[in-house]
Every structure is written in C-alpha cells, then in structure tokens.
C-alpha cells in the first residue's frame, strides 16, 4: 500500500474528491457494482464506475455515467500519469489503472464513485479509498494462494476491505 498511498499523493489525491462506494467479495462484486452505479445514477449522480477485468475493451474498467472513457481520454491520463509512475518503483499494472480510474473521475467531474476491489485483501490498491458505504458480496477462498490462509472476513483477508465505523452492507449468500 506504501506505492499506493505515494502516487496518489503525487497525483494531489484525487481519489478525496467524491464519496466513494467499496464493493469487495469473491463473486457477485461486478453485478453488485454495477448496480450501485446505477442507482446512483438514476438518483441524478454523475458516477464513475471502476471495475476488473474487462471484457473486450480495457477502457470498459473505467466508466463513468455506464459509458466507458474513450481511447483519448485514457492516452491523455496515461501521459498525465508517466512521471508520477517514474518516481515510484515497483508499481503493479492494476495499482497504475486504479490511479488512472480516480484521475479520470477526478478530471471529468463525478460527485459519486464506485470501486470493485480486485484481488482483495488489505492490500488490494482500491483500499486507498475512505468509503463512504463498504459492501462485501459472498465470500469463498478462490484467492487462497494470493491473500493467504486467512482469506475470509478478518483484518488478514478481505475484511480489511471493511475500515469501521462506515455504513457496512453485506450481500446474503445463497444455499
């Protein structure tokens, strides 16, 4: 998370600019995002949506208002982002699309966002963010060999999506 927290700081924090609704879980966290989104949407939020991996296009991961950014939007982050990128070794590629997906919010004016993690955990680079709203989806040990033994919800795994003392919601799991 260090790498994390020094390139948003280079890039003036931009994920401080608008609430910020944390969707993590092992399955039903894009279904569940994507939902939220347009709530708030239809609430008349213009809202951004981030989310993993992407389907056909990688500008599918960062959307705002249901409609992707276009491949000039992206270029144009991508060459704000370069020398805040150089400073910080060791990045990983999602840490980077993640800072891209809250500039991009932060540049085209959303009042709402919303965050799918993507591997989860504590470390996961979305947990830059202070939710206004947190949701955990079902959770299962698919990620096992990545989070750990302790992926479940607990301050080891993707319970450290959870900060405290924030709205919680906790999507039932079936069966």
Known sequence: M???????????DP?????????????GKGSTSALCAAGLQAAG???????SPHLLDYVERIQINGEPITHDQL????????PHVAKIEKL?????TTALAFMAFGKYGVNAAV?????????????IVTPKVSVITSLSYDHMAVLGKYSGVDSRGEG???QGWRACGLVPAKG
């Open 92 to 96: 990983t590629t999602f840490e980077i």
């Open 115 to 127: 965050f799918e993690v993507g591997l989860g955990g504590r470390l996961d680079a979305t947990n």
């Open 160 to 162: 450290g999506h959870y």
């Open 15 to 27: 994920q401080k600019k608008y609430p910020v609704i944390h969707v993590a879980g092992t399955k």
């Open 75 to 82: 270029i144009e982050l991508v060459e704000e982002i370069k």
């Open 45 to 51: 939020y213009t809202v951004g949506l981030y989310t």
């Open 2 to 12: 260090n790498r994390m927290f020094a390139l948003m700081e280079s890039l003036g």
